[in-house]
């Protein structure tokens, strides 16, 4: 396919373990694309089954397919980064070896995006606006009030995601913690960053037994995380856009939603659960690696 010079590039970012069923039809989404200046970034994180050998394929019969093996198993955050360490493009496009993008879905994303030079990234799949329509931007201020006192925005995973790599870079990307990256993510690049907020018909994102979701964790204790590294990150946050007030209402709010969850699972005589809750609730751990940045000043000129 003969590429537009004048088109930005995009790196699409395919992770990978384990997705033999599945990874044929997720690249090959990809490369059926009416968008044409890509590359295809694949990185398999040690799998014991074919997805590598199925994936080689494709690389060898189209050029802008790179596929790379990890020498240890990092897991799913931590080779989120690797990915996006060999990205050359403007635009960091996640599409997992488990999910579909349509064939319009780059050229919508880049299209809009492309509207709002001045946005660091962007979230798609999302239920439309009553008062306006997609696409539009919101300044950091205004995606914080968004999520927390509008319809929600920071729920949003990966799949939805389009970010520029230079502010993914100054946010440093995911930090590792396992099912709250994304999470974590939204609200880094909520500080510094506006974003564009899209529509749904973008992307496809399947639901199956051999997803990490269904392995090893449970409701009460991923909504717990949630809502635990967000009131710390709300606590923390010196430099957060958002008034004393503001600031003060979203604390409230959740510290009582904590205590809820908690009292709920002593009356339920869960004690060990319940333990395990306040724990998290004290440990701040369980908050955001960046909930205080250090040399902050001059972070967004590292985009400009």
């Known amino acids: 396919m003969k590429i537009n010079d004048e088109q930005p590039l995009v790196s699409v970012l395919m992770t990978a373990y384990n997705r033999e069923k599945y990874i044929t039809e997720a690249i090959e989404s990809v490369l059926?694309?009416?968008?044409?200046?890509?590359?295809?970034?694949?990185?398999?994180?040690?799998?014991?089954?074919?997805?590598?050998?199925?994936?080689?394929?494709?690389?060898?019969?189209?050029?802008?397919?790179?596929?790379?093996?990890?020498?240890?198993?990092?897991?799913?955050?931590?080779?989120?980064?690797?990915?996006?360490?060999?990205?050359?493009?403007?635009?960091?496009?996640?599409?997992?070896?488990?999910?579909?993008?349509?064939?319009?879905?780059?050229?919508?994303?880049?299209?809009?995006?492309?509207?709002?030079?001045?946005?660091?990234?962007?979230?798609?799949?999302?239920?439309?606006?009553?008062?306006?329509?997609?696409?539009?931007?919101?300044?950091?201020?205004?995606?914080?009030?968004?999520?927390?006192?509008?319809p929600g925005l920071f729920?949003?995973?990966?799949?939805?995601?389009?970010?520029?790599?230079?502010?993914?870079?100054?946010?440093?990307?995911?930090?590792?913690k396992q099912h709250v990256g994304d999470h974590e993510l939204w609200h880094m690049l909520a500080k510094y960053f506006p974003v564009v907020l899209m529509p749904h018909g973008i992307v496809w994102y399947r639901e199956h037994e051999d997803q990490q979701m269904h392995s090893n964790r449970t409701i009460p204790q991923i909504d717990f995380k949630y809502t635990c590294g967000a009131y710390h990150f709300i606590l923390e946050s010196k430099d957060i856009p958002l008034s004393k007030k503001e600031k003060q209402t979203i604390i409230t709010r959740m510290k009582k939603d904590i205590i809820k969850l908690i009292i709920i699972k002593i009356l339920k005589m869960q004690l060990s659960l319940a333990l395990d809750f306040i724990k998290m609730f004290n440990d701040k751990k369980y908050g955001y690696k960046n909930a205080v940045i250090k040399n902050i000043t001059g972070i967004k000129e590292k985009v400009h």
Not at 82 to 87: G, L, Q
Not at 160 to 170: H, L, P, T, Y
Request: with cysteine.
């Open 155 to 176: 729920h949003k995973a990966p799949l939805s995601s389009i970010v520029k790599n230079d502010a993914f870079k100054a946010v440093e990307g995911f930090s590792g």
């Open 32 to 150: 059926a694309s009416t968008y044409a200046n890509i590359e295809l970034i694949i990185v398999d994180d040690c799998s014991t089954d074919r997805t590598v050998e199925l994936a080689k394929r494709y690389g060898e019969r189209d050029d802008r397919v790179r596929v790379f093996v990890n020498e240890e198993n990092l897991g799913d955050y931590p080779n989120r980064n690797k990915a996006a360490s060999y990205a050359n493009g403007k635009y960091l496009k996640y599409v997992d070896a488990d999910d579909l993008i349509y064939p319009w879905g780059l050229e919508l994303l880049i299209n809009m995006m492309e509207q709002f030079p001045d946005a660091g990234w962007g979230l798609c799949s999302l239920e439309q606006d009553l008062n306006r329509p997609f696409p539009f931007l919101l300044a950091p201020g205004d995606a914080f009030r968004y999520n927390y006192f509008g």
